[in-house]
């Protein structure tokens, strides 16, 4: 009989370098704010683009996580996301325009409402526009990705038309409730209202979906289904459902997304969605696909990059999220922080 | 010999035979055919979007890959033509410099793309092509200095592509320097279109439908999955880039909106499928009833839109600005019913 062979379990710390880079994905926005105050140097207009950048960066996560999610339970990639997004401005600004008189007046708690009914009822639009999508365009093509890319990109197409039939062919602008107009100065720096407000509801849509997939049981199903989908269907949970009620969700979100954009450029097209889609994809990916924490950093990562480079050198906005996407999948291929699939 | 010339890929159905005769004559003798300036245009367009959308069947139908960057090859090959023509004066060296030119450009970054999102997953692929291509056309209208911006630039081919240039009457019909272009567009659409048959009828082509079936499989096998992939990417970000090349010799002018734009990406993607995809010809019968659609259909619809006026809504939905949405209804059913297309659709036909 052989000994049995020596086994020494090491109680060490992990090293610095191995936290380090648990924790980089996280420390990469403050590096990123500090890097572009480092290029941009005036304190002043740090703070305004930092802020603009986050608020950006919160209108995309709220676009994004939807996506992301549906990719991580179903592998459902939907391309025509976006449309859910202009619907749900066309919707929600079209809420606005009828409720003029409460939007006019100075008044905040009229202007919050009116606000408020607007969301409402593009999130409600969007999401029962969702779950008719999922049923009509989704859910035939399940498993086959490249079908679901060509069919999504139909839907895409049919609903951005739809959206000229019932609203006619030119843009829309639209100016912002009286309240939330203008800017407040702090330490010299103007900060736009409306932006304020904007990282307020990302950052509290934010920790309600962190609480909800964290602390609850819908939340435990969801993150198990992203991770093992046959194990949960195998312990009696019908994971469709889920599915469903997570792409109403997501479709919903979009819409209100859709409706914070709006306001933000204070003019709507139908093609707003398909433009934002880009941006969308780039968050998904870098944040890895299927990963809501992931999808937050990357928004922000977007939005600050975005508007630093933006005012540094205006002409390659876009390019420098396309090399911090390049950047980072370099890195990790996956994604920041990629789901763990069991699959 | 003629079945040599195909590759040995023959059509395989009566209908589709005669269908695709009936293509390749109208629009070998157009110019003689028809009479006046917009059809002699919409046969140059068929032929050059013939090749296009068959350059992207060798993507989506042979090896699975959803790009949407296909347009953006598209106009590198067109602002080549376009950017040698305006600096280095009219004459077929610039053309030929261009056409070159932009085509090592597409091959270089198909090839950077590729490398970087097909090692990953073959579904990165799709959004990060969207990414780029979105950020090349925002570069294009942005350096105006270079591009012209929107407006696009407008420059002079060699003057016996012109109808300036006059060479007497042939059948009928006058020839001039117009007819010559629409021939040279005319022959290379068509040598590039055999050239691409040949390729997927290659054992290249072959071991790119394995992939396309079952990628892990092949790997099994011992074929280089990331590598058939990239080339595929190449070969086709390539012959798109010569079909840009055509467009920009026959147009004399290139733009953003006709050369870079997602609604010719989703063109391109009509056609595939509607044509069919993973077979060559689907790219012919796609591109010829698009392309025929788009310059006549929507007269059409105008008509019907006029016709239906005292009704609600239905005027607007006929409206010919809408073509697009009735379109999009289309692509999705014949995504549903017809995976194989209006090709798949006429083989199964004999065979059952």
Known sequence: MTAAPDHKPTFAQISLIEQLDKALPILLVPILVVLGFLAIGAPSSWLTLTVSGLAMGMMIFIMASGL???FGLMDVINFGHGAFVSVGAFVGISVLIALGEWTGTASLLLNISAVFLAVVAAMAVTGVMGWGFERVIVKPVYGAHLKQILVTVGGLIVVEQLIHVVW???EIFISRPETLKGAITFAGAAVEKYRLLAVGVGLVLFLAMRMVLRRTKIGLIVRAGVENGPMVEALGYRLRMVFIGVFVAGSALAGLGGVMWGLYQEVITAGMGEKMMVLVFIVAIIGGLGSVEGAFIGALLVGLMQNYVAFLEPKLA???NIALMTAILMWRPQGMLPVVKAK | MIVKLLSGDQPRSKVLTTLL????ICLAGAPFIF??????????????FIVLVASYDLLLGYGGIVSFAHTMFFGLGAYGVALASTHMGRGFDALLVGTISGAIAAVVLALLIGLFSLRVRAIFFAMITLAVASAVAVL??????ITGGEDGLTYKIPRVLTSANRM???????ISGKILNYYLVFTASLILFLLLLRIVNSP?????QAIRENDFRAEAIGYRVVWYRTVATCLSAATAAVAGSLFAIWLRYVGPDTTLSFEIMLDILLMVVIGGMGTMYGAVIGATLFVLAQTYLQNFMGSASEATAALPLIPDLLDPDRWLMWLGILFILSVYFFPTGIVGRLRQGRSS
């Open chain 2, 204 to 208: 290249f082509g072959r071991v790119l």
């Open chain 1, 168 to 170: 006619g062919p030119d």
């Open chain 2, 168 to 174: 007497g009457e042939f059948l009928g019909t006058r």
């Open chain 2, 21 to 24: 005769l009936l293509i390749l």
């Open chain 2, 35 to 48: 009479d006046g300036v917009r059809p002699l245009d919409t046969a140059a367009r068929i032929c050059i």
């Open chain 1, 318 to 320: 876009l390019v420098s």
């Open chain 1, 68 to 70: 992301t999610l549906v």
């Open chain 2, 140 to 145: 294009v209208s942005q350096f105006s200095g």
